[in-house]
């Protein structure tokens, strides 16, 4: 039987592989190991209890105050050590974050063959989203299996030279991961004074909208670095011109454990009546918010691919997007970080009924749920 790494550092990286996980358990020629970097400690454990996840090895590389040189030697160094002492048959790494690009090095270094998940995003902009789109790019190349979610993101790859050999268009595995999560809450609704008390939020607000099926409310995320400083303020100035300028909306952010976000975000927005700035979320909490939100404000990137799957449109607060068909589709749409751009176009979708059904309506071009399956199957006939 081979044995097949995944290697996670974040809570977006364990959401998108444990599908593949639960996939290649099933397998009976395959044996995956979860191996844990703890690049973003907190949030990752708590996804991986949403999961029933515990990691098979944990390298434990998060330290206060790592900047990107430190983190990334970390990576390489102690994945390259792992690897020496398990010599799996392959690595799986997914995304964009530092954990991916050091374990990809590192295992390019030991001779064992590379899954990118989520391959070909590209922005066209180094710079943007930072250190994501180099973290993609010099990941590719040393991959021997591209996992593509869209066709557009496999044309990005043979326009940089990458063998078409490599290359394969599963659809995203955030899909699997929302379709299984939402049956799984579909059957049994939370209660809402346990959820609003898991979320940090004040009793009032759930009632007022959370216990309403027919509140209007808006879901924010936010945690870009490239947004940190006059971004975050500007993101922070729109969400108050909202609520101020619609009485009877509601606003729940859980808010990123990153200093750099927590400030402006509770300088600027604490306080406010109908803004519940609230932790972090379980990845099964924060699929019901998506899906009981009126729609959803984000400079996330997967986000972009989840929230479109249960009917609701996406306000990108970035300039730019490695996920340009969910924009070409019509169900996300490029609002940067200018205050007036955020309130104006949320207040189309608030005010606009027509406009709010047609862009709720729309396909969403990102997979439908079977990606971790055919992602298996690849490794199947290839390790051998």
Same mark, same amino acid.
């Given at each position: 039987?081979?044995?097949?790494?995944?290697?996670?550092?974040?809570?977006?990286?364990?959401?998108k592989l444990a599908p593949l996980h639960a996939a290649l358990?099933?397998?009976?020629?395959?044996?995956?190991?979860?191996?844990?970097?703890?690049?973003?400690?907190?949030?990752?454990?708590?996804?991986?209890?949403?999961?029933?996840?515990?990691?098979?090895?944990?390298?434990?590389?998060?330290?206060?105050?790592?900047?990107?040189?430190?983190?990334?030697?970390?990576?390489?160094?102690?994945?390259?050590?792992? %690897? @020496?002492?398990?010599?799996? #048959?392959?690595?799986?790494?997914?995304?964009?974050?530092? =954990? *991916?690009?050091? &374990?990809? +090095? $590192?295992?390019?270094?030991?001779?064992?063959?590379?899954?990118?998940?989520?391959?070909?995003?590209?922005?066209?902009?180094?710079?943007?989203?930072?250190?994501?789109?180099?973290?993609?790019?010099?990941?590719?190349?040393?991959?021997?299996?591209?996992?593509?979610?869209?066709?557009?993101?496999?044309?990005? %790859? @043979?326009?940089?030279?990458? #063998?078409?050999?490599?290359?394969?268009?599963?659809?995203? =595995? *955030?899909?699997? &991961?929302? +379709? $299984?999560?939402?049956?799984?809450?579909?059957?049994?609704?939370?209660?809402?004074?346990?959820?609003?008390?898991?979320?940090?939020?004040?009793?009032?607000?759930?009632?007022?909208?959370?216990?309403?099926?027919?509140?209007?409310?808006?879901?924010?995320?936010?945690?870009?670095?490239?947004?940190?400083?006059?971004?975050?303020?500007?993101?922070?100035?729109?969400?108050?011109?909202?609520?101020?300028?619609?009485?009877?909306?509601?606003?729940?952010?859980?808010?990123?454990?990153?200093?750099?976000?927590?400030?402006?975000?509770?300088?600027?927005?604490?306080?406010?009546?109908?803004?519940?700035?609230?932790?972090?979320?379980?990845?099964?909490?924060?699929?019901?918010?998506?899906?009981?939100?009126?729609?959803?404000?984000?400079?996330?990137?997967?986000?972009?691919?989840?929230?479109?799957?249960?009917?609701?449109?996406?306000?990108?607060?970035?300039?730019?997007?490695?996920?340009?068909?969910?924009?070409?589709?019509?169900?996300?749409?490029?609002v940067g970080t200018d205050p007036r751009r955020i309130a104006?176009?949320?207040?189309?979708?608030?005010?606009?009924?027509?406009?709010?059904?047609?862009r709720s309506q729309l396909r969403n071009p990102y997979g439908?749920?079977?990606?971790?399956?055919?992602?298996?199957?690849?490794?199947?006939?290839?390790?051998?």
């Open positions: 039987m081979s044995t097949v790494a995944l290697i996670v550092g974040t809570r977006p990286e364990c959401i358990l099933r397998s009976p020629r395959l044996r995956p190991l979860l191996v844990s970097t703890g690049q973003h400690r907190e949030m990752l454990a708590q996804s991986f209890a949403s999961f029933g996840l515990k990691p098979d090895s944990d390298l434990q590389l998060m330290q206060p105050g790592q900047s990107l040189p430190e983190l990334t030697a970390r990576v390489i160094t102690s994945v390259g050590a792992w %690897l @020496a002492e398990v010599r799996p #048959a392959a690595v799986i790494v997914q995304g964009d974050t530092t =954990t *991916v690009l050091g &374990a990809a +090095l $590192a295992a390019f270094y030991a001779g064992i063959p590379v899954g990118h998940v989520e391959a070909g995003l590209r922005t066209g902009d180094l710079r943007s989203p930072f250190p994501e789109e180099m973290n993609r790019r010099l990941t590719s190349p040393l991959a021997r299996w591209n996992f593509c979610p869209t066709e557009q993101s496999r044309a990005n %790859l @043979a326009r940089e030279g990458i #063998a078409p050999g490599s290359c394969y268009v599963t659809g995203n =595995t *955030v899909i699997d &991961a929302l +379709l $299984a999560t939402k049956a799984r809450f579909a059957a049994a609704q939370p209660d809402i004074v346990r959820l609003s008390a898991r979320l940090g939020i004040t009793a009032a607000f759930a009632t007022a909208y959370l216990a309403r099926p027919t509140a209007r409310w808006i879901l924010v995320t936010g945690h870009r670095r490239e947004s940190f400083g006059p971004g975050f303020e500007g993101i922070c100035q729109g969400l108050r011109q909202i609520v101020d300028e619609h009485p009877e909306v509601g606003i729940i952010y859980p808010v990123h454990l990153n200093p750099q976000v927590q400030e402006p975000v509770r300088r600027l927005l604490g306080g406010h009546p109908r803004v519940a700035l609230a932790s972090p979320a379980a990845y099964e909490d924060f699929v019901w918010l998506m899906d009981r939100a009126s729609f959803v404000l984000t400079d996330s990137g997967g986000i972009q691919e989840e929230a479109p799957a249960l009917g609701k449109p996406v306000l990108v607060m970035r300039e730019n997007t490695e996920r340009p068909e969910g924009i070409a589709a019509g169900t996300c749409e490029l104006a176009a949320a207040t189309r979708l608030l005010v606009d009924q027509a406009e709010y059904l047609r439908d749920g079977t990606a971790s399956q055919q992602i298996r199957e690849v490794l199947e006939r290839e390790l051998r």
